[in-house]
């Protein structure tokens, strides 16, 4: 169950779900700026508004694993109209996570189709790989996460992986909207890994930056897991703490839960700097075409009033 900390958490972009944490919508965050007729008197005695660009709300939605949400969780996850889900957990770690005592099943709900679509394969999890990652996660430096980031993405994009969890999310916000949806917008979806923060964190950067977000902003966002995430900061810890590598290093399991926005910074740098873009990078990997890009811009980018913008720089305070 989530506790009263859930009612503290900024909303939106927080949406208070019973026993779901880090549930919110990627949307509402500025793109570019404009003005258009409507609001203020000019000389003329016309009118004008000041409008943002931003992403749209209520199409992508990020959390930590759901297998605890309570009935009047799935209730509310009905209402926003959420009709897919995309796990990107791995058999075997959804099995670990259950052996172990901390639940973590997988949870389906009416309305709502659950797409299984793995990031790391079965074969991954071997002892040697799983220090690999650890020593990354838990380095006392943002170039750990930056490195671990560039794995995630590469596992994702890797012709091995029949699953193409990266692609087939971007294939599902880059589709045609249905003509029947008003406005015309893709069918709410929901992302989620473990704890809805790095496999999850770089699939939704992948997003908004191919949107046009600065990184400062996709950095922001990406850091409020530090926010939505502390209740279950103990239980993950906790978890993180049972593998041998970490058993006696609790300032190192700690920083694993973090989410430092020099993290998603260092790693959309190191995307440009392999690649030359955000855009490039997935149009190499083969994970959007050009068309498809040219859609999910449409999809997602929206013109809104000023106040309807997510004051993201008062939450930043927060962290």
Request: negative net charge; charged residues 25%; contains cysteine.
């Amino acid at each position: 169950m989530a506790d009263d900390s859930t009612n503290l958490l900024p909303s939106p972009p927080f949406v208070a779900i019973s026993g779901l944490a880090n549930f919110r919508d990627i949307g509402g965050y500025p793109v570019v700026s404009c003005t258009s007729a409507g609001g203020d008197d000019n000389v003329d005695g016309s009118k004008t508004t000041t409008t943002k660009k931003v992403v749209r709300r209520g199409v992508v939605y990020r959390a930590s694993e759901p297998s605890k949400v309570t009935d009047d969780g799935v209730s509310k996850l009905q209402k926003l109209g959420i009709e897919k889900v995309f796990d990107l957990r791995s058999a075997v770690e959804i099995e670990k996570g259950v052996k172990e005592g901390y639940g973590w099943q997988v949870k389906e709900w009416e309305g709502a189709t659950r797409l299984y679509a793995p990031v790391f394969l079965d074969q991954d999890y071997s002892p040697e790989a799983l220090a690999m990652r650890y020593r990354n996660y838990s380095s006392e430096t943002s170039q750990g996460f930056m490195a671990a980031y560039i794995d995630i993405l590469a596992a994702a994009a890797s012709p091995s992986n029949s699953y193409q969890p990266f692609k087939t999310i971007l294939e599902h916000v880059a589709a045609p909207p249905s003509p029947a949806s008003s406005p015309p917008a893709p069918a709410p979806c929901l992302v989620h890994c473990t704890a809805g923060k790095d496999r999850t964190g770089v699939i939704c950067g992948l997003i908004l930056s191919l949107c046009g977000m600065p990184d400062e902003v996709v950095a922001h966002e990406y850091s409020l897991t530090d926010l939505g995430l502390k209740e279950r900061h103990p239980e993950l810890i906790a978890h993180l703490m049972e593998n041998q590598a970490l058993r006696t290093q609790p300032e190192a399991a700690r920083r694993m839960v973090s989410s430092q926005k020099e993290a998603m910074l260092g790693f959309l740098t190191k995307i440009r700097e392999t690649y030359g873009s955000v855009e490039k990078c997935v149009l190499d990997l083969r994970l959007l075409s050009p068309e498809g890009i040219k859609q999910l811009r449409s999809n997602l980018i929206v013109d809104v009033n000023e106040e309807e913008v997510v004051p993201w720089q008062n939450h930043a305070k927060l962290l």
